[in-house]
């Protein structure tokens, strides 16, 4: 289950960061370095879950913990170059915390 959840967000954060690099899509503004880096984090976790070794409960905590924090700086207005509509921030917020509680308990993979 983790493995596919796993997946799932990594799906989303690859797509987040290809919308946020077409400029037609107006649900708000980032830098590309942002979105650049959105790209990479979803890649290395469909990458983890590729692979055969048991990483996937810490690619979860890093990714959860990532997202909720891109989701609270934004939320907080502590970073101006990024402006988002707030369910956007809410929303990443909550696939931060479902990342972060998985990846900290011992559910079947």
Avoid: C
């Avoid at 990594?10 to 708000?28: E, K, Q, R, T, V």
């Avoid at 959105?38 to 810490?58: A, D, N, P, R, S």
């Amino acid at each position: 289950m983790k493995k596919r959840v796993l997946l799932v967000i990594s799906i989303l954060i690859i797509l987040m960061g290809i919308l946020a690099l077409i400029p037609s899509i107006n649900l708000g503004t980032e830098p590309a370095w942002h979105a650049a880096v959105k790209i990479v984090v979803g890649l290395v976790g469909v990458w983890v879950f590729l692979q055969k070794t048991g990483k996937t409960k810490t690619a979860l905590l890093v990714i959860g913990i990532l997202l909720a924090a891109m989701g609270l700086i934004d939320l907080l207005g502590l970073l101006t170059m990024v402006t988002l509509p707030v369910w956007h921030s809410i929303v990443i917020i909550v696939i931060g915390a479902v990342a972060i509680y998985l990846g900290a308990t011992n559910l079947k993979d």
